[in-house]
């Protein structure tokens, strides 16, 4: 993909629904030619409203009726991006507790109101948590609506590691599953697992 389809492919998945609050500190986007390693694009500021516009409901603590772990990996041009923490999670209310080294969200007694949604991230790791009152598992697309990016066109999808040709929004966010999104060229490997122990 020539760099400047790489450089709109950027900006489409970054601003798509996160507006300022896609890169850290406000910074622009990279340029495709960045020396960083790694790229952080900021959960956003409105989780509540996200969540219902994937289609889920904010609740008041975390259900393990259903209790799932998938992995998500992104990489622009062979490079990573971080997927944050708290994507799904209202990190302003007081009865979420947020932890430090790493930083992660959560130990949520009970909120006075909705706070967390059924999908989110409580770290950095590329968890998708899901943690609801149903079986039925969520969509990688509700993922990417609650952190407010698309996929732009020409983006490659790897489930487990081999090469996924439908819908990528479509993908059920089972337990263990590792998905890859790659965006320009590829890194040397595509995950085909995730470390999901501490989860």
């Not at 909705?114 to 899901?130: E, K, Q, V, W, Y």
Request: charged content about 25%; hydrophobic content about 35%.
């Amino acid at each position: 993909m020539p760099v400047t389809r790489v450089a709109i492919a950027l900006l489409v998945l970054m601003v798509a629904g996160c507006g300022e609050d896609a890169v850290r500190e406000g910074k622009s986007p990279p340029a495709t030619s960045s020396p960083d390693p790694v790229v952080l694009w900021r959960a956003p500021r409105d989780p509540l409203e996200r969540t219902v516009k994937a289609g889920l409901r904010p609740e008041r603590k975390e259900f393990l009726v259903h209790h799932a772990h998938a992995h998500l990996d992104v990489f622009v041009d062979g490079k990573p991006i971080v997927v944050p923490a708290g994507i799904g999670i209202n990190i302003q209310d007081p009865e979420v507790r947020k932890f430090t080294d790493p930083v992660s969200y959560g130990g949520i007694e009970r909120c006075r109101k909705p706070c967390i949604s059924p999908l989110h991230t409580h770290d950095a790791t590329g968890i998708l948590h899901t943690e609801s009152k149903s079986a039925k598992p969520n969509k990688l697309g509700q993922f990417l609506t609650e952190w407010g990016v698309r996929l732009p066109d020409g983006a490659a999808v790897y489930v487990n590691g081999k090469p996924y040709r439908q819908d990528p929004r479509a993908i059920a966010l089972t337990d263990g599953k590792e998905i890859a999104i790659v965006i320009g060229t590829p890194p040397k490997h595509i995950p085909k697992t995730a470390d999901l122990s501490n989860a």
